[in-house]
């Protein structure tokens, strides 16, 4: 029988973090996380599929908060004015308390090929479903995935000089510099 | 002993698209493949890891042909510019010949999540070696991987036009054209 246990998912998560960055990804059990916090095998196969998936949960509301910045932005704003929308909503997402949390998440995926795989189709699925609100607003092809996979270039591009250690902006002040500068490129 | 086969290589790639697209990829074992041209499971793995990398041999020198189109361009072209040059360079390396050949692959890609994760890994590193190159001629950054990550959604977009059965432009054009709808949002 397995018990109901309280906050189970989130010290399951915490744990898994603080090992995989220790010893490495790889390097680690499911079994090893849940006995980090005295729980069982199990117990840790009920909250996630896999360990890679500890990384990635939470995916769903991670895409839900840039589709919530898309249906905030008015009727008659710009492709890229909708998909700024949807970035500014997503900065919310990723408050500087998160930072630190982020900072370590990113070191681990960075490490292995696997983990970076999982989170560029992570990626790439959030740019898909932009496109798809898009063109539920009106926008046409090739605009519509243009302008979302533009956005996310954007989005990713700012996220990691968010994360870099000489970095103190918060991620909404970022994302319009690194706006800015792809519109003076565009320019030029 | 391994015998050396002439065109090995090239018979097993031509017969693993085949049955990837016929039975479907997981449903495919590299002895399938070898045996469906005569020869054996070892002759397979002499030539490709994994079934996985059939469908990815020859990334460098994908990734090359984008690099050799920076070299190429001016000095004193703007990063966007640059990558356009890169993109030009990459559309030889796709014809008209090609493109029968590169929709049963992308068909493959599609339908398998493994597949498309190690696609975009592919487009990732692409990415990170033309932002690289763009380094290299002095762009600084974020400049630099922004200008690749867009050049990169550019190619994507337009290479996915360029499968879709009612495009019949050479994919020099459709980039072109992509090209122009960028600059168009980017204006907006």
Avoid at 98 to 126: D, V, Y
């Amino acid at each position: 029988m397995v018990r109901w246990e309280p906050g189970a998912q989130e010290r399951l998560a915490a744990a898994a973090l603080e090992l995989y960055a220790s010893r490495g990804f790889e390097q680690t059990t499911a079994a090893d996380v849940a006995q980090a916090v005295g729980l069982t095998e199990r117990t840790f196969f009920r909250y996630f599929a896999d360990k890679r998936e500890v990384l990635f949960a939470g995916q769903e509301h991670f895409q839900q908060v840039f589709l919530d910045g898309v249906a905030a932005a008015p009727d008659d704003a710009a492709p890229l004015e909708v998909v700024a929308f949807a970035l500014r909503a997503a900065a919310a997402f990723f408050p500087d308390e998160r930072r630190g949390h982020s900072r370590l998440r990113h070191s681990i995926i960075s490490a292995n090929p696997g983990l970076q795989e999982r989170e560029l189709f992570k990626m790439a699925t959030l740019s898909d479903a932009i496109a798809g609100a898009l063109r539920g607003r009106g926008v046409s092809e090739p605009q519509a995935v243009l302008a979302a996979g533009t956005g996310v270039t954007v989005f990713t591009v700012s996220y990691h000089r968010w994360l870099a250690p000489d970095e103190g902006r918060p991620l909404a002040d970022v994302q319009a510099a690194t706006f800015q500068d792809l519109r003076a490129l565009a320019h030029a």
